[in-house]
């Protein structure tokens, strides 16, 4: 697993009540948690539909793990099941969370479209990731050392930013 740790997107801080309308306060991390997939899952098949539900299972365990310490810390944490963009310990909003997006913006990684998804790039891995995404309340640096007690040290992305860059690949996109 890589692991990513930023400050909220314009995108999110502007779409915190659609996203997760229960929520008292403003989100103040966003965590990218990137799957190596044993193989390609642009083609929709029995072996991608298993990894892809291996994956979900092996993110929503890290994941819930990560919340509930950042919730027992007292700020609002969720894990968005990446089935559905919805959040997964909280009442799901008006708008679900687009995994590629997020990572499009936060790490500036290219897409592609295949059958009319948007499917991530990874620049090693190519199109055989699986993307999730955690939000939090907590400063990326509590979520970092949350994260990093339940995970580890292994698979931090030298490339994270407390604030976004913007991509050499996407001028247009506003994240
Ligand atoms: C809905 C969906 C589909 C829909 C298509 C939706 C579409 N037009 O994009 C369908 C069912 C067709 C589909 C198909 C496929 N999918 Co699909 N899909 C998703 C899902 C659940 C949501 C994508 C989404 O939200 N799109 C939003 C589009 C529809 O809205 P939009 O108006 O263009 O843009 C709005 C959003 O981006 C929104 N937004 C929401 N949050 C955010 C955040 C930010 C920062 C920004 C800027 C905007 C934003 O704002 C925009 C304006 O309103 C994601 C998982 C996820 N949670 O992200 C998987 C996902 C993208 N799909 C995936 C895959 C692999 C596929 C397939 C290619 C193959 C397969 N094995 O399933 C197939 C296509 C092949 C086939 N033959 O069917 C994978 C991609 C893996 C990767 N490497 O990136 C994902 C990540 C699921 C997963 N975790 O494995 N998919």
């Known amino acids: 697993m890589q692991y990513s740790c930023h400050l909220p997107t314009p995108f999110i801080a502007r779409h915190r009540p659609q996203l997760v309308p229960d929520w008292s306060c403003e989100v103040g991390a966003v965590l990218i948690v990137l799957q190596r997939s044993p193989c390609d899952l642009a083609p929709r098949s029995p072996l991608t539909e298993r990894q892809k539900y291996l994956l979900r299972e092996a993110f929503m365990q890290t994941g819930l793990a990560i919340a509930t310490q950042l919730r027992q810390l007292n700020y609002c944490a969720d894990p968005f099941d990446p089935k559905t963009g919805q959040p997964l310990l909280s009442q799901p909003g008006s708008l679900w969370l687009d995994d590629v997006a997020v990572i499009r913006a936060c790490l500036g990684y290219p897409t592609a479209d295949r059958d009319g998804?948007?499917?991530?790039?990874?620049?090693?891995?190519?199109?055989?990731?699986?993307?999730?995404?955690?939000?939090?309340?907590?400063?990326?640096?509590?979520?970092?050392?949350?994260?990093?007690?339940?995970?580890g040290d292994g698979g931090w992305l030298a490339s994270e930013s407390w604030c976004r860059k913007r991509s050499?690949?996407?001028?247009?996109?506003s994240g």
């Open 117 to 151: 998804c948007s499917i991530l790039l990874h620049p090693d891995w190519g199109s055989a990731v699986y993307p999730a995404v955690l939000l939090s309340s907590a400063p990326p640096e509590q979520v970092r050392e949350v994260a990093r007690s339940v995970t």
């Open 168 to 173: 050499a690949y996407h001028h247009s996109f």
